[in-house]
């Protein structure tokens, strides 16, 4: 069983910064892409950045610049540097990791629970 745990969320101030932080665990195999979705109020998930396994990384235009993210294969994690937050960043925060587990087959797609994040003043 895998489980993807996210934590760093909070209350935070326009221009403040926050990190977010996703650690990976289980009968894990083997790591691919791994990423980092939003979902703010009355709107559908959407992705923030991906990074792979390899360290290639895509950006929704609108977080370039503000938004980092980086991952440590050694720890199964994945992190999100947020600076410059803006209240429409408000969201629950997702991440996302696709995982082959021990004993070989497919790769599968995992959710943690979320992060809440708001920017506010």
């Known amino acids: 069983q895998v489980q993807l745990v996210e934590s760093g969320g909070g209350l935070v101030q326009p221009g403040g910064s926050l990190r977010l932080s996703c650690a990976a665990s289980?009968?894990?195999?083997?790591?691919?892409?791994m990423g980092w979705y939003r979902q703010g109020p009355a709107k559908q998930r959407e992705s923030v950045a991906t990074i792979s396994r390899e360290g290639n990384i895509k950006y929704q235009d609108p977080d370039k610049g503000r938004f980092t993210i980086s991952r440590d294969n050694d720890k199964n994690t994945v992190y999100l540097q947020m600076n410059s937050l803006k209240p429409e960043d408000t969201a629950v925060y997702y991440c996302?990791?696709?995982?082959?587990?021990?004993?070989?087959?497919?790769?599968?797609?995992?959710w943690g629970q979320g992060t809440q994040v708001t920017v506010s003043s």
């Open positions: 289980g009968s894990i195999f083997s790591i691919n892409h």
């Open positions: 996302n990791a696709h995982i082959r587990v021990t004993g070989g087959g497919d790769e599968y797609t995992y």
